[in-house]
């Protein structure tokens, strides 16, 4: 088995885990958000299932950053979009719907891009890594775009989600500086480099996880899609131009490579997409379900806007206790 054949293999479970996960602490956040923060907060603590949502997302965190190791960027980080692939029929299936059309339309435009990127990205297991001065100069760049996203001004949610897919992207790719540096016997296991890449993969990864949730207030459709292709952009970025990674075919390859890319895109914008506003049943506008018309859906909380979860679909589990009467709403992130 080929490296990067190991690194695809990986990254596919982990982006159903990513996704089981999500579909987990929507459902757990739907039933406990009746009740404050604090009490809410010890009923996730004492539920089984809410830790092994977080198991599940380590896991695949886990995965990821061993895909890393055997992959290049070019491949491992596109692949991140098969979360929403996996997430769309397992949220369906849990909300006691179907699937529609245009979220089959956008996993097919999703799966067909990224096959034609795998298709031409390269094969080799990374064998280069950034040095600590090309990690610091491509983090304070990073750093300073992030800046210029953040600054107050007109659509804020769609530069803080495309600086946090830039953060998020650049933590992706000084992790993988982290793995293969540290499983490299030729010198020390925590090294001077190691160690500094590390902090600012800390820094990196906690501040994409902050600019998401920030993008995700003012709705969810086009901030997930801008965060979900922002990543790998800037992954592939810094793979193509500082760890050697290329795309077959030359000049040809690089024009499939974009045309897969776009299509992929275009894929995942279908499969973010939330659902248009129509008159509620009392005369007042609010998003609805296209398969759903009688039920809301909460726009604010990003996982119930994608797998399109009602708020009151989630069934009852002995390990939480008795929502309290009212109206139902999901708490944001």
């Known amino acids: 088995m080929t490296a990067t054949l190991v690194s695809v293999v990986l990254s596919l479970f982990s982006a159903v885990a990513y996704a089981a996960a999500a579909v987990g602490q929507e459902r757990l956040a739907s039933r406990t958000s009746g009740s404050g923060s604090d009490s809410g907060t010890l009923r996730l603590l004492a539920s089984g299932a809410w830790w092994s949502s977080v198991g599940l997302n380590a896991g695949a965190a886990l995965l990821h950053v061993v895909a890393l190791k055997y992959g290049p960027l070019t491949v491992v980080q596109p692949l991140g979009a098969l979360t929403l692939v996996a997430a769309v029929p397992l949220g369906a299936r849990l ?35 950034l040095s600590l001065p090309e990690a610091l100069a491509v983090a304070g760049a990073t750093a300073a775009l992030i800046g210029l996203l953040s600054r107050p001004g007109a659509r804020p949610g769609l530069r803080h989600a495309t600086a946090s897919g830039f953060a998020s ?30 902090l600012l993969v800390a820094a990196f990864a906690a501040g994409g996880l902050l600019l998401a949730q ?47 890319a776009a299509l992929a895109a275009f894929g995942v914008v279908l499969l973010s997409r939330t659902a248009p506003e129509r008159p509620a049943p009392d005369g007042t506008p609010g998003p609805f379900h296209a398969d759903d018309p009688a039920g809301a859906v909460d726009e604010e909380h990003p996982v119930a806007a994608v797998l399109a979860l009602e708020p009151r679909t989630a069934s009852a589990e002995p390990a939480l206790l008795p929502r309290p009467p009212g109206p139902s709403h999901l708490t944001p992130l």
Request: hydrophobic letters at 55%; aromatic letters at 2%.
């Open 95 to 129: 909300a006691g719907r179907r699937v529609s059309a245009n979220e089959w339309r956008g996993t097919a435009y999703t799966l067909a891009g990224l096959a034609v990127i795998l298709a031409m990205a390269s094969g080799s297991a990374p064998d280069e890594v």
């Open 214 to 260: 920030t993008a995700y207030r003012g709705g969810l459709g086009a901030p997930l899609a801008v965060v979900t292709l922002a990543n790998p952009v800037a992954a592939a970025a810094i793979g193509l131009a500082l760890l050697g990674e290329h795309l077959r075919g030359g000049a040809p390859g690089i024009l499939l490579a974009l045309a897969g």
């Open 169 to 198: 992207g650049v933590a992706s790719a000084l992790t993988q500086t982290v793995t293969v540096a540290a499983t490299d016997r030729s010198g020390p296991v925590l090294s001077l480099q190691v160690i500094g890449v590390a």
